[in-house]
């Protein structure tokens, strides 16, 4: 049996920030298949080909990705095979769950890094890296209940001063795609429930949205004041900590009156 080797290549945040390492090994694969349950681009698949120079791309949904996993490692038999993914690969468990099982297997693999949301988010709003807590996703409600694990993380990362990065739930196959606005009105129900005084109307975050492409826009603001933000796909929400730096607070100002603007 022939040993292939899986190539997990991340794509960036947009297209056309992928790498020259990545793009090579892409030339290189007998197959290409291109992630489509763990995250999404505002581009079209037509532009992805273009930059990557493949018309031969398979599309990987969940099921694909997680029922039939076996699918894609069995075409190691047969030559290299690459997954292309949004951002950066293996912040997804289901990418890590795929290496496993392809070592297991016998197959060698090889993971292309490329830029991801998780600390470009947050290094773009101006804020520092060295301030950085625990990351956590917000879903929307599961028969009518509100899962209250982002508030406690958020409250642990407020108590030593960290900034939050919300990544808000998406599943693309399902077309669900929580928007910085929705993502607002979650926290201040889990608030209204809590009241533990972690979330107001007053308190600084920042909105990031289609961050990378052209239509990316960072608006530091007010959670009061995001309840009506627009911006393409996907959205991520920052909460500054409870006392940033003076330094944060210049470049927060400068990147509102820049970034901020629409597309």
Do not use: W
Not at 25 to 52: G, H
Not at 71 to 98: C, K, M, R, Y
């Amino acid at each position: 049996m022939r040993m292939g080797k899986l190539y997990l290549i991340g794509l960036g945040l947009s297209p056309d920030l992928i790498t020259l390492r990545g793009l090579r090994k892409i030339k290189d694969v007998r197959k290409v298949y291109l992630d489509i349950y763990t995250s999404s681009f505002p581009e079209p698949l037509d532009e992805i080909k273009r930059i990557i120079g493949r018309n031969d791309i398979i599309l990987a949904n969940r099921s694909m990705l997680e029922e039939r996993s076996s699918e894609i490692i069995g075409e190691l038999e047969h030559g290299d095979v690459a997954l292309l993914v949004t951002g950066n690969p293996l912040l997804a468990t289901t990418h890590v769950s795929l290496l496993i099982e392809a070592r297991n297997k016998g197959h060698s693999f090889e993971v292309v890094p490329a830029p991801g949301i998780i600390p470009n988010a947050l290094l773009l709003a101006g804020l520092m890296i060295y301030k950085i807590g625990k990351p956590v996703t917000l879903t929307y409600p599961r028969n009518g209940i509100i899962s209250e694990y982002p508030y406690d993380v958020i409250k642990d990362n407020d108590s030593r001063n960290l900034h939050t990065i919300l990544l808000l739930e998406m599943d693309m196959e399902r077309g669900i795609m929580m928007t910085i606005p929705e993502a607002v009105k979650l926290l201040f129900r889990l608030e209204s429930i809590k009241r533990e005084s972690v979330i107001n109307g007053d308190r600084k975050a920042v909105a990031v949205s289609a961050l990378g492409s052209h239509k990316q826009r960072i608006c530091p603001r007010k959670l009061k004041e995001l309840l009506d933000y627009e911006g393409e796909g996907p959205h991520t929400l920052i909460l500054v900590s409870p006392k940033p730096h003076f330094m944060e607070e210049e470049a927060l100002a400068v990147i509102g009156n820049e970034f901020c603007r629409e597309p």
